[in-house]
Structure formats: C-alpha cells, structure tokens
C-alpha cells in the first residue's frame, strides 16, 4: 500500500523448467541455470495464530513476522538474504557486467535547466559519480557570484545507511533555507534550517515531520506538519519560531479524522500558506497570509464525501481543479475574497474520457496536464480570453509534464510567459523545454545524456488493446527491437500496477533496453485502478471493483500470446507496491501463464494490513482497498487477498524484495509471504527474496543506490532464460 515506489525496475525473465518433488524445495535443482550450490532453503518457524470476523476463522502461521523487536525475525531476514546472495553468487559476474553497464548509461555528471525564483537562479548539480547533489544560485544580475545553498554530499556523509533529502524552501529575505531528511526510509523526517552564506544552523532539528516546509513572511518562523508516531499520518500544522525550542511551537491546525492527512505548500503568489486536508475521495482546503502567521485559516470550500478539490493562487484570484460536477476534473478560478463553490467559474471544461490531472496557473496564462491512453498532454489557454494556445508534442505517445519534483523551482514565478515541461517516451529520454506562450515557440534546454546511446529507429514502439471478460478493451504499449522478432513470439516482460488512479505512464525507461536488445518484448499493461481511461477506468480498478485489474493484466498476458508477440512459455511479469500485490494475485489466479514473476516491495498482506488502524496508511485507504470492518469489503478482499490464497501447488520462478524501514509496505507482508510460499508451493522454481536491511520503500539513497539489486534481479531473469532455452 502507499502510492507508487520510485524504484521501478523493468527487466525480464526466463524461469526454470518442469516440476520437481516437493523434497526438492530444499535444495537447488543442479539443473538450474543459477549454479549448482547446495544450501538449506530458509523455512521460517510456524506459529499458528487465529483471526475471526463475521463468524469465520482465518488462520495465520506467520504473524509472528510483523514484530520487528522479535530476535526471530532479523534471524530469518538474515537467512533469507544469505540464501539469496548463495544463489545469485554463481552469477556474479553477470551482475558486475549488468551494474556497470547500467552505471553507464546514467549521467556521470548532471545538471539542472537554470531555474529563476524570487530574483535567484538555481541549480541542481551531481559532479563526476555522486551519489547526492548539491543545489547553487546566484543573484539574477550579469556577473552574479555563486554560492552554495546545500550539499547533500557533505550533509550525508555522516549517514552511510541512509540520507534522503526532501524537500527544501528559501525564506523570503533569501538568508536561510530549511530542508528536510529521512535518514531511515521510512518516511520521517527531521526539519533543519541553516544561514546560506555561513552554513551555520539555526536549528539542529525538528523530529516526527513530514517533508512539508513553509516559511512565514518574516523568514523567522517556519510552518511544519506533524506525524502521528505510530501511524505517521500527517495531522498536524505547526508554527515554529526559528530558534527557539520546538516545545513552545505554536499549533495552527489538527486534522481528528483518521481518515484523512494534512499537508502544506506556499501559493505560486508567495502569499498564501495553503493547507490541503484529504483523503482518497475528499477534500478540503484552508488558507491564511504567511505575513500573519497567527491568523486564524479560512476554508475554500468545506469539505464534502466525494467532491475533490486542489487549489493555487495567482494576482487576486484561486485557481481550483475539481472533479465537483465532472468526474474527469476540470478547471475554474474563484475571487479571493468569495472562494467557495457558489463562486467558482470554469476555465478549462471537462473531457469526458480524459483526465485533467494537473494544472500550473501564471498571471496571463494556465496549463493543464490531461491524460488518456496514449500518455499526457499539455494545454495552455491564455487569461482572460481564453484561447487554447497549441503545444507541440514531440511524440504521439508518451508524457509531457510541468511537474518536475522538489529538486526544480521550475514554473514557480506567477509573471513568467514560458512554460517549462519535459517529455518522455518508451523510444525517448527526458528532455527539458521551454514553450513560450507568446509567439508559440518551442525550445529544447536539456536532452537526457541517454540520447547517445539509444538510436529509436532501431525498435519498434506501437499500441494495441487487449479484450477484457467483461468486453472492456485494455490498453498495451509494446516496445521490441525490428530486428529479433521472432516465429512463435518473443520472451516477454508485462509490467503493471493499477491502483490509487496512477497511470503506469509509457516513458523511458533505461534498464529496459538491456533487456529488449538481447531480443524480448516490452510490454506496459495499462490495466483498470489507473487514469488512463479517465475516472471510469480508476473506479473500476478499485473497491469492490479490484478484481478487474488482475483479469486485465491476464487478459493483456493473453493477447499478447494471441497476437503473436509473446512466447508463452516465456512470459514474466514485474510490479511493485501496489503492484506486487498485482503480481501475487495472478500468481494465485494463473500462475501457469508466466514463467517468472518479480515482487518488488509487494502490498500481499491486504486484510492483515488493512484491519490494523495502528498501521501506517491503513485508515487512509479504506476508500481504496475498502474496510474489513464492514463485512462485505472483508470478504471481497479476503477473496483476492495474495497471502490469503496461497495453495498447495506449483507457481512460477519468483524473486521478490523488501525494505526493512519500509513504512508504506511492511518488511513482514513480502517476508510472511515468502514463508507461506515455502510452506506450500509444490514446484522446484527459483523463489529468492532479499531484504535491504537499512533501506525503506524507494530502496537504497542516491541516485545510483539502486543499481545492485537492478543487476541482480536482471542477472537471476537471463540465468533463467538461459535455462528455459536449454530445457
């Protein structure tokens, strides 16, 4: 559960063929493509443990696993990952030249389109090899020297484990910048604030936050949100007076509904403190000027079950982009003296079908972002009149977006007349432009170093749609290279998610390209719980509508079987998070179709997790996954539930991954998995999981933190290929 995972790696694999005897299971197949070491298989000890609810009973041999503080369990993470390394070890050699092929093709150094806020230029720089960047500017004046305003080298260099910079603000006399770190992975964060021009600390830190950071108008105190302790939702907003003693923080709000979390961002007009107040289907946003940090907030519009709403201010008026009488989201803007509902006028209509995900709002224009199966597009509209002002698309398929994270002030001064936007596609690497609303023009500020290695007229890049059981057609963007297609089909990886309205976006993706130039096919399952299709296509992938995703992602598996693309005897699949609990359902459903399966981070437990209001995000989705307090959502999980339905029989080859920090899927979901597997599974496959032991849901710090456990899961699926092609 919780969102997508930014460690998304796409690979293929090839698994094992033919059963064994159960005996088997404990030791390596000598057959096997991995090596013909011989080493005891983990088997975690069985304590049987019993749930009832509404009459029946579920058994669970392994709950003990969800205790961190229990010596057994880091015991057996231990052996788990001495049983992984023991099995990839005759391969090593593979994954040293995967690892330096994919360090390769990363930028060695990196740098950031100049960026120009509050009469500063900013950018963000990696020198030759770094793992961190380091952020500069100078003054937006000829000959303006430059000076440092945080280096997250030198800041993480105390933290071999783990150092996760997030996001950073500039106070508005431009002196200080306050930023916040995760040193575990897990999603808190200690709030810092430093002198620029000095680097001396203000604060040493402020614990149990969330990422969000704000200043006041007089740069000497500084909006925060708190986390629960136990649960980290974000609940609390908090006035902090730079210096003094974090007991004496002042509290601006408290959200008491369990369901929902706070959040807090500056308006684009530098005026407002905007407090976001939501959960997965309603929200309510308050407001109040950051000169008058004491003031008491003002509500937009309150809050009302299924009506969401996001706003931004500009000049004298609120921007808002709302699904309130258009369930595909559209545009309007409000007075800022009258901002409630009754007052909103509409600026860009709703597109039925398309999905308005995303607007950037400026003093003479707005851009939206609306999705559909082919990607992400850009408008642009002028203000007042109206006009669409056309943007080139690089590609007819793929991704432009305005949103470029909090490592870019890009798109933040309201007077600008350019809007900056990158686009991806399967075939093409990021690149950077600047659109310019005045004459039209286009152009390129930065190509992704990738450029120089991928030539796209070598691949083919296409679409097509596969027939789900209910007659819905469901959207699949494949990319192979034009030479190695072969008779009968090709190996092939299908990659999904589904879930929380987040399209599984078709963009570039540099580990891919290992893969599809040794000769498979690179499929991307645009299955139901997404927004590729508007909010139809999200509220049949959720609920008491999940089922729709899995039947999707096997009808994508059969067509490509059928079309002639797919080998079937060499199908593998990939997700993670909410996606891994994609892969343990076909896994149940139709574990004959695939050969391989990788589960990185795998939501599997979902009533376990879901019934436990303690754990992290739990509350917050019963409106995604449902309520196991209410009998008819407990059964339709329990239904589909991966760890709930494993059986006596055989499954495909599998690698799955954990992060022992992980906040947003426990470590104990893939491990407890793992040991039912074991305890049940009636096949001879390769079933390999590894935990990071310091790291959390996006897997290791640094931008290159995550290439090992790349090569290796690449490593183990073309081990498994070769054995496949040798069976």
Aim: aromatic content about 10%.
């Amino acid at each position: 559960m919780g969102g997508v995972s930014t460690r998304r790696f796409f690979a293929f694999g090839l698994a094992a063929a033919g059963a064994v005897p159960l005996a088997s299971r404990f030791r390596f197949n000598s057959a096997n493509a991995i090596g013909t070491a011989v080493r005891a298989v983990p088997i975690a000890p069985v304590v049987p443990k019993t749930f009832k609810a509404f009459g029946g009973v579920r058994s669970d041999n392994y709950d003990w696993l969800r205790d961190r503080k229990d010596p057994r369990v880091v015991s057996y993470l231990d052996a788990e990952n001495a049983y992984a390394d023991a099995r990839l070890e005759p391969i090593k050699p593979l994954v040293d030249e995967l690892a330096a092929e994919l360090k390769a093709r990363e930028a060695q150094e990196d740098a950031s389109v100049p960026a120009t806020y509050n009469g500063y230029v900013y950018e963000h720089r990696f020198s030759q090899g770094a793992q961190y960047p380091y952020i500069v500017r100078h003054k937006d004046v000829p000959g303006a020297s430059e000076e440092i305003v945080l280096d997250a080298g030198t800041l993480a260099a105390g933290h071999p484990e783990h150092y996760h910079l997030g996001s950073w603000a500039v106070s508005p006399d431009n002196n200080r910048v306050a930023f916040a770190v995760d040193f575990t992975g897990g999603r808190e964060h200690r709030i810092f604030v430093r002198t620029i021009a000095t680097g001396e600390s203000v604060d040493q830190g402020i614990d149990t936050a969330s990422a969000d950071l704000v200043f006041a108008g007089d740069s000497d105190a500084l909006f925060y949100v708190r986390n629960e302790p136990t649960t980290l939702r974000s609940y609390q907003v908090w006035l902090h007076r730079l210096g003094a003693d974090p007991n004496s923080d002042v509290l601006i709000y408290e959200e008491s509904d369990p369901t929902f979390s706070v959040s807090i961002g500056l308006s684009k007009s530098r005026k407002l403190a905007l407090v976001n107040i939501n959960e997965e289907r309603t929200s309510e946003f308050r407001y109040l000027p950051i000169d008058q940090p004491t003031a008491e907030l003002k509500v937009i519009e309150p809050r009302r079950r299924g009506v969401i709403y996001d706003i931004d201010h500009v000049g004298d008026q609120f921007f808002i982009r709302t699904n309130l009488d258009a369930p595909d989201f559209r545009l309007m803007s409000a007075p800022q003296g009258t901002p409630t509902a009754p007052h909103w006028r509409e600026i860009v209509p709703e597109q039925p079908g398309r999905y308005l995900s995303h607007f950037d709002a400026f003093e003479t224009f707005v851009a939206v972002e609306v999705e559909d199966e082919s990607g992400t597009a850009i408008r642009v509209f002028n203000l007042p009149d109206l006009r669409e002002i056309p943007v080139p698309r690089p590609a007819a398929i793929g991704v432009a977006s305005s949103v470029f994270g909090e490592d870019n002030e890009a798109n933040l001064d309201p007077a600008a007349t350019v809007l900056r936007f990158h686009f991806s596609s399967p075939l093409e690497p990021q690149c950077v432009y600047d659109f310019d609303v005045t004459t039209g023009a286009l152009a390129l500020r930065k190509q992704d170093p990738a450029c120089r290695w991928c030539d796209p007229h070598r691949y083919v890049l296409h679409q097509l749609s596969a027939p789900a059981p209910d007659g819905e057609r469901v959207p699949v963007t494949i990319v192979y290279r034009k030479n190695m297609r072969r008779r009968g089909g090709n190996p092939t990886l299908i990659v999904g998610y589904g879930a929380y309205g987040l399209s599984l976006r078709a963009t570039f993706a540099r580990s891919a390209f290992s893969l599809i130039d040794r000769g498979f096919i690179y499929a991307i399952a645009h299955v139901r719980g997404g927004h590729e299709k508007g909010e139809r296509w999200y509220a049949e992938g959720r609920m008491l509508n999940k089922r729709n995703t899995f039947t999707d992602f096997i009808a994508v598996t059969e067509a490509l079987i059928a079309t002639g693309h797919a080998d079937s005897r060499a199908i593998f699949a990939h997700g993670d998070s909410a996606g891994g609990l994609l892969m343990g359902t076909i896994a149940n459903l139709r574990p004959d179709l695939y050969a391989g399966i990788v589960a990185e981070v795998p939501f599997v437990d979902v009533v376990t997790t879901m019934s436990d209001a303690s754990a992290p995000l739990t509350t917050l989705e019963y409106n995604e996954w449902g309520n196991p307090a209410i009998e008819p959502e407990y059964n339709y999980m329990l239904s589909y539930s991966p760890y709930d339905n494993v059986a006596r029989k055989a499954y495909p080859a599998m690698f799955v991954t954990a992060g022992f920090y992980d906040s947003q899927v426990s470590y104990a979901e893939p491990a407890k998995w793992v040991a039912k597997l074991r305890a049940s599974k009636t096949d001879g496959h390769d079933l390999i999981f590894k935990t990071d032991m310091t790291g959390g849901h996006d897997g290791r710090s640094g931008r290159l933190g995550s290439i090992k456990e790349s090569a290796e899961i690449m490593a183990w699926l073309i081990a498994q290929a070769r054995d496949r092609r040798l069976s």
